[in-house]
T-cell receptor, first 111, second 114 residues
């Protein structure tokens, strides 16, 4: 049973437009959510996170929204840049720092 | 600057061989993790460790074992490699249990089992 799902394997957007990546979860015990970005041949790197007691967290061009009632979170990137092209993983924590990851969404930002 | 290193970027082994994947972190982190990444399956947790000599099974521990003799080093062992263990292996570490801390990943080892 997959507890964290990213239903869109890929997303393509034009440079300058908004990218919206989505993530759904099933376990209501999750209390902290993170987004990681992964370039080819590199390990994932932390991007942004949000606590379950908040509904929004913003860091520059990146904003994460959390809808607890819907068990849904999303990552907004505005404006999108070609360097944002990567695989984005959603992750959720509830047990002593152990993270459960989604399958990832490959974002392509076209110049 | 945070650093997690993995012993090999690419590795080719034969079926039945014993394979060691090494991971070292220089951040004095208590927690260390081993994942495998496969297309369409995301990152799946194999084993993790909260301290030296301690280990816990993750979601897919079958066919793997681990060793944590020193705080900075976490080894993943494939006792008898099989073709279905061909994958990208990622090591990560994080500070002590606070439930909120991010994980720092190594660059990965792409293992091919022939």
């Amino acid at each position: 049973d997959q507890q964290v799902k990213q239903n869109s394997p890929s997303l393509s957007v034009q440079e300058g437009r908004i990218s919206i990546l989505n993530c759904d979860y099933t376990n209501s015990m999750f209390d902290y959510f993170l987004w990681y970005k992964k370039y080819p041949a590199e390990g994932p790197t932390f991007l942004i996170s949000i606590s379950s007691i908040k509904d929004k967290n913003e860091d520059g061009r990146f904003t994460v929204f959390l809808n607890k009632s819907a068990k849904h979170l999303s990552l907004h990137i505005v404006p999108s840049q070609p360097g944002d092209s990567a695989v984005y993983f959603c992750a959720a924590n509830y047990n002593a720092g152990k993270s459960t990851f989604g399958d990832g969404t490959t974002l392509t930002v076209k110049p | 600057d945070v650093k997690v290193t993995q012993s090999s970027r690419y590795l080719v082994k034969r079926t039945g061989e014993k394979v060691f994947l090494e991971c070292v972190q220089d951040m004095d982190h208590e927690n260390m993790f081993w994942y495998r990444q496969d297309p369409g399956l995301g990152l799946r947790l194999i084993y993790f460790s909260y301290d030296v000599k301690m280990k816990e099974k993750g979601d897919i521990p079958e066919g793997y074992s681990v060793s944590r003799e020193k705080k900075e080093r976490f080894s993943l062992i494939l006792e008898s490699a099989s073709t279905n263990q061909t994958s990208m292996y990622l090591c990560a570490s994080s500070p002590p249990d606070r439930g909120t801390d991010t994980q720092y990943f190594g660059p990965g080892t792409r293992l091919t089992v022939l």
